[in-house]
């Protein structure tokens, strides 16, 4: 069974950065869409970015141009670089793989 675990999250002050990773368990990273979701306190989880397994990329209009999506299918890893952190970026971020499976999130708090 395959299990994800993203870290990297924490506490900045707005404008600041954060580097998330999300690891994969599994010999086959490779072959599915990875993404990033985010939920915060009373909102529904939405999507913030995806990549495909030829590396294709999508992005929240939120977070167009601010924050890019990455992956490392040697390491089992996808990484969400976040610049210019807004306090709206404040949520519990998590990381699925394919459809259906979902790491534990890591909380992202943006404040002064």
């Known amino acids: 069974q395959v299990q994800l675990v993203e870290s990297g999250g924490g506490l900045v002050q707005p404008g600041g950065s954060l580097r998330l990773s999300c690891a994969a368990s599994?010999?086959?990273?490779?072959?599915?869409?990875m993404g990033w979701y985010r939920q915060a306190p009373g909102k529904q989880r939405e999507l913030v970015a995806s990549?495909?397994?030829?590396?294709?990329?999508n992005y929240a209009d939120s977070v167009q141009g601010r924050f890019t999506i990455s992956r490392d299918n040697a390491k089992n890893t996808v990484y969400l670089q976040m610049n210019s952190l807004k306090p709206e970026d404040t949520a519990v971020y998590y990381c699925?793989?394919?459809?259906?499976?979902w790491g534990q999130g890591t909380q992202v708090t943006i404040s002064s």
């Open positions: 599994g010999s086959f990273f490779r072959i599915y869409a």
């Open positions: 699925l793989q394919g459809s259906n499976t």
């Open positions: 990549i495909t397994r030829s590396g294709s990329t």
